[in-house]
């Protein structure tokens, strides 16, 4: 598989058919979305104030940065 640039930036490989295939940052829209709104909250855990870059569902709980470690299930590698 042969990965290459475009004048862009943008990376891609050509596939076995000759077919130029975007990387996968640029399948998504890439990095350069803009800043994100963000939405004030408060933890279900711990009561403090936060952010995030979401609306929060109703009715589901939403954690400040430091909860949301602690509930986070354990990384896969």
Do not use: A
Not at 32 to 55: A, L, W
């Amino acid at each position: 598989m042969q990965h290459e640039g475009t004048p862009s930036g943008h990376s891609f490989h050509v596939n076995r058919k000759g077919v130029k295939v975007l990387g996968y940052r640029e399948r998504r829209g890439g990095y350069d979305r803009g800043p994100r709104e963000m939405t004030k909250i408060i933890c279900s855990d711990c009561g403090k104030e936060d952010e995030v870059p979401f609306k929060p569902t109703e009715g589901r709980p939403v954690y400040c940065r430091e909860c949301f470690q602690k509930h986070r299930p354990p990384r896969r590698y």
